[in-house]
T-cell receptor, first 115, second 114 residues
Framework: DVKVTQSSRYLVKRTGEKVFLECVQD?????MFWYRQDPGLGLRLIYF???????EKGDIPEGYSVSREKKERFSLILESASTNQTSMYLC??????????????FGDGTRLSIL | GDSVTQMEGPVTLSEEAFLTINCTYT??????LFWYVQYPGEGLQLLLK?????DKGSNKGFEATYRKETTSFHLEKGSVQVSDSAVYFC?????????????FGTGTQLKVEL
């Protein structure tokens, strides 16, 4: 079974702090993704990565950055946390392949509160 | 760009009732289509998928058929259980490149009561 592990289930930080969210997958997947989930808005893609050291902006990258130094690990960084970044953050991974047929596998999420 | 539209929730049903959650999409080309389920306090789990027109995905009694002519992928189950209470997301996969990006609907909450 694919395992995607997010480092924290709940996190509370203060405005202006630099925040790191970590994600590790154990299935040698090429692709990794970070989403945020907000009521009424569904899941929105922040950043994704096709390979080590590769990153692409998603739909809402502002205020975020990412790092992928190893294939199994994909980190989301909030450079200077703000209250509007309070949300549920979900990490996912998938195999590569044409046609978009490969499903994504999700972690359990990190509920981040910025005070 | 690509988009997915789901019926608004919450949907409240009695146990053993028939379930339909509507999903329609807009996309260029021929995307793959997915249903994911999110139980309280958890991440998303793949429920079923279909990769080409007229394909039927099925799992745990749930079914959905990829209808290209109506650009739809409605989720159905003949007899729901209390344990099916969750949020259901319809999604399509971008076919460009190998990135398998997903576009999600906003989710439909299902509540099943005894």
């Amino acid at each position: 079974d694919v395992k995607v592990t997010q480092s924290s289930r709940y996190l509370v930080k203060r405005t202006g702090e630099k925040v790191f969210l970590e994600c590790v997958q154990d299935m040698d997947h090429e692709n990794m993704f970070w989403y945020r989930q907000d009521p009424g808005l569904g899941l929105r893609l922040i950043y994704f990565s096709y390979d080590v050291k590769m990153k692409e902006k998603g739909d809402i990258p502002e205020g975020y950055s990412v790092s992928r130094e190893k294939k199994e690990r994909f980190s989301l960084i909030l450079e200077s946390a703000s209250t509007n970044q309070t949300s549920m953050y979900l990490c996912a991974s998938s195999l590569s392949g044409t046609g978009g047929r490969q499903p994504q596998h999700f972690g359990d999420g990190t509920r981040l509160s910025i005070l | 760009g690509d988009s997915v539209t789901q019926m608004e929730g919450p949907v409240t049903l009695s146990e053993e009732a028939f379930l339909t959650i509507n999903c329609t999409y807009t996309a260029t080309g021929y995307p793959s289509l997915f249903w994911y389920v999110q139980y309280p306090g958890e991440g998303l789990q793949l429920l079923l998928k279909a990769t080409k027109a007229d394909d039927k995905g099925s799992n745990k009694g749930f079914e959905a058929t990829y209808r290209k002519e109506t650009t739809s992928f409605h989720l159905e189950k003949g007899s729901v259980q209390v344990s099916d209470s969750a949020v259901y997301f319809c999604a399509l996969s971008d076919q460009t490149g190998g990135g398998n990006k997903l576009t999600f609907g906003t989710g439909t909450q299902l509540k099943v009561e005894l």
